[in-house]
């Protein structure tokens, strides 16, 4: 086969009059090489491999399991089509009901946990941005978390609200007037240590980059402000805020997709009860895969909350370029 | 230059001396999950194979027991698996199903010295699937009942003579719940709310389930039908309702504990001695004798009403399918498990937390100095939940119905959801089987 450009000259309809054929464009598909055309490929590669072995190859596995009725040692994959993804859409299976029930968890979590994450990042960093003695400290006391694994972050928290003879309810029975709470057992509640300890443990990372953000706004912006009488609110609101916009985006979007991918502080704090209403969807794609031994039914699992994710993600960057500025409103 | 040439030969005298004593010894692999405070224990016993077979090498690699089921099928589909696997006996019927696992012929058994009597019969049969055998047993542990002297003692309770059954279990509870006041349930003014000390809390999700099961299966509840019923769940019987219903009410109606205990708050309490009884597994001994505790062992108590019963867990030995079996491994193989499997070595493992699991062992004067050597006859009481395909399937709509009954589900509604849980799902399951 002939290159792309002459089989498309050859098979491209004469131009129309008046028509220019091929405008100059300026940094187009081709762009100025001077050394050898493959080059930028080549920095493109290592890159590439990696994407293909990990993330295409993978992908492609998984969509070939969840077509066939697939299982590692046999020796015939029945081809079944779409039926584990109809169950999936289909009222009264096992898969439907909890596969649904599980990602709704995770939702809830989600609209709880970012916009936490969010603020509270926001509003250590600006408290650790005024110059006040010890701040590279508590700058690390409330980075360090973050290093922890998820197993000893989730057991610590596990413990403080243990019901009955964890730290929480501890206090909660000396204090006049406030009785234990069963938080690890208690629909609803159960979210509480599970919540705080993800805010906790991660809002340190959110607060390192508003620091950087806000150490990189021009102080004349602030200046200029002040001069036309703004108090420290509208300089919040006209100056920081918006300055901090493409950070906030960037936050807002990587700890959506975490959030989602949540596992293991209900894992480890309430094993996804009281009644699987703090089991998140990877945790039941998990149980269905490694528990039950249905790598087909996982495999279509996870690969429509893989799509939902990227449609809530494409979603938030619609909303937040447009607020930018940048976007098509 | 010639520094070089010295170090290549160096280099090549090490690997013909290698390959040397690769060729008189058979390299076996072995996959494990005991990876608690029971490792250092199965690593003296390796090491104690490998000292007395110079013609076998054992390489051991603990694994936790999640990844370790998770990589085996891997493993046998790439020609990569182990040489010996442990298996537990709630995995261990749907590896032999899925074609993860070889048989062990009567001649390789008798040949490794492994004699099917001398085992608990429930814990043998684990290992077998139509008549054949797959795996030995290894590791064997139970749900036993932990009781704080003190308490009893304080209660006015023989500390010696624990509540073996459904109506003295009922009378020490009774006596060994206090409120703040210090009057007991059915007492005029008994608060449940300000509990001093009490009996015992029943806890969700895995720890109560386990606890279920027991009381279910003392019942004469088998929970799932066989092969022929395509494993159809039976467990919304009113046996198991009757079970399930006496679980529930201890706390809720009559306050012998919380009624928002979990496993970890029923630990927290049992070693803080405000509970008085603690149900939970062999494992937890060596936890409660380091903190302290004046504490007894005993057999989990018969609540149920047909027959003593307990749950009971177990690991057995396999050994995985090879893509291009070398027979000199798989011999070394069945040489290492008959070996692990004798009862100088199930002696020895004892002293890590597990059960013996041969008669032999339990009745020996050495094992006399375990504080387990008194459950001796609740061992051959066991009901391990084993034996077909899809127990994750049975076990997890279980603990769930169970959970639901605690948080105030009627006991026949939530067994009844449960069993259309578990039908639907074992259903499926069978579809998956190859």
Not at chain 1, 48 to 53: G, K, P, S, Y
Not at chain 2, 151 to 162: K, N, S, V
Not at chain 2, 207 to 234: K, L
Not at chain 2, 251 to 268: K, L
Request: glycine share 8%.
């Amino acid at each position: 086969m002939s290159g792309p450009s002459t089989d498309s000259a050859a098979v491209a309809p004469a131009p129309r009059p008046g028509v220019t054929l091929r405008p100059a464009r300026r940094g187009g598909l081709r762009p100025r090489v001077d050394g050898n055309p493959l080059e930028p490929y080549l920095y493109l590669l290592p890159h590439a491999v990696l994407f293909f072995v990990f993330i295409v190859y993978p992908v492609g596995f998984a969509i070939y399991v969840s077509l066939h009725r697939w299982n590692i040692l046999s020796d015939n994959q029945p081809f079944v089509g779409a039926e584990f993804y109809t169950r999936l859409l289909t009222p009264g299976t096992p898969q439907f009901t909890f596969f649904w029930k599980t990602m709704g968890n995770t939702a809830l979590f989600t609209v709880i946990t970012t916009p936490l994450l969010i603020v509270c990042a926001l509003g250590l960093a600006l408290l650790l941005h005024k110059p006040i003695p010890g701040r590279s400290f508590f700058r690390a006391v409330f980075f360090l978390p973050t290093i922890l694994s998820v197993s000893v972050m989730g057991l610590l928290w596990k413990w403080m609200f243990e019901n009955r003879t964890g730290l929480v309810n501890v206090v909660l029975d000396m204090i006049p007037f406030t009785e234990p709470v069963a938080f690890l057992t208690t629909i609803g509640l159960a979210w509480i240590p599970i919540i705080v300890g993800t805010v906790w443990w991660t809002v340190g990372f959110n607060m390192i980059l508003y620091s950087a953000a806000l150490a990189a706004i021009p102080q004349a912006y602030y200046e200029a402000a002040a001069i036309d009488g703004a108090g420290a609110w509208a300089k919040f609101r006209y100056v920081t805020w918006p300055q901090l916009n493409p950070v906030t985006l960037f936050a807002a979007v990587t700890t959506t997709i975490a959030s989602f991918q949540l596992f293991g502080q209900p894992h480890v704090m309430t094993a996804g009860g009281p009644l699987r209403t703090t089991q998140s969807v990877m945790m039941f794609v998990t149980e269905e895969a490694f528990t039950r031994f249905q790598f087909s039914s996982a495999a279509a699992m996870s690969l429509l909350f893989g799509v939902l994710l990227l449609v809530v993600t494409g979603f938030q960057f619609r909303l937040t370029l447009r607020d930018l500025g940048r976007g098509r409103a | 230059m010639r520094r070089l040439l010295t170090f290549k030969t160096l280099l090549v005298g090490m690997a013909l001396a290698l390959g040397g004593a690769a060729l008189a010894q058979v390299q076996i692999t072995y996959w494990h999950g005991f990876t608690g405070p029971d490792l250092p224990v199965m690593e003296g016993l390796v090491a104690e194979f490998n000292a007395t077979h110079p013609d076998i090498v054992v390489t051991a690699e603990p694994i936790p027991w999640g990844n370790l089921f998770q990589q085996l099928e891997p493993a046998v589909a790439a020609g990569q698996a182990p040489d010996v696997v442990a298996l537990n006996e709630d995995v261990i019927t749907g590896f032999i199903l899925r074609g993860a696992v070889a048989e062990m012929t009567p001649d390789m058994l008798a040949a490794a010295d492994v004699q099917a009597d001398r085992f608990f019969p429930s814990l043998w049969e684990t290992g077998v699937v139509d008549g054949k055998v797959y795996g030995v047993p290894v590791h064997s542990v139970m749900l036993v009942m932990y009781y704080n002297k003190d308490l009893f003692e304080a209660a006015g309770l023989d500390p010696e003579d624990p509540p073996s059954n459904r109506e003295e279990f009922l009378a020490a509870a009774e006596a060994l719940t206090v409120d703040a006041n210090g009057n007991h349930p059915g007492d005029e003014g008994f608060d449940p709310s300000s509990l001093q000390t009490y009996a015992v809390g029943i806890p969700t999700p895995w720890m109560g389930g386990t606890i279920a099961y027991a009381v279910a299966a003392q019942n004469g509840v088998t929970f799932v039908g066989s092969a022929d019923e395509s494993y159809a769940p039976n467990f919304d019987s009113e046996a198991a309702q009757e079970a399930v219903q006496f679980l529930v009410d201890i706390g809720a109606e009559h306050h012998f504990g919380p009624t928002d205990a979990t496993e970890g708050s029923e630990i927290d309490a049992f070693r803080q001695g405000a509970a008085a009884m603690n149900f939970n597994g062999v494992w937890m001994l060596s936890q409660y004798r380091d903190a302290g505790l004046n504490f007894g062992v005993a057999a989990f108590p018969q609540l149920g009403t047909e027959r003593p019963a307990t749950w009971g867990g177990s690991s057995h030995l396999v050994l995985p399918v090879q893509r291009n079996g070398d027979p000199a491994e798989m011999e070394a193989a069945m040489t290492f498990i008959g070996w692990m499997t004798q009862p100088e070595q199930n002696l020895e493992w004892t002293s890590a937390g597990g059960l013996p699991t041969q008669p032999e062992v339990a009745t020996s004067p050495e094992y006399a100095e375990n504080p387990m050597s008194a459950l001796a006859e609740a061992m051959s009481n066991t009901y391990v939940l084993t034996g077909f395909p899809f127990l994750a399937q049975f076990r997890g709509a279980w603990d769930a119905a169970f959970e639901a009954a605690l948080h105030g589900t009627a006991a026949d509604q939530a067994l009844t959801q449960g069993v259309g849980e578990a039908s639907a799902a074992i259903q499926e399951g069978l579809l998956s089987l190859p």
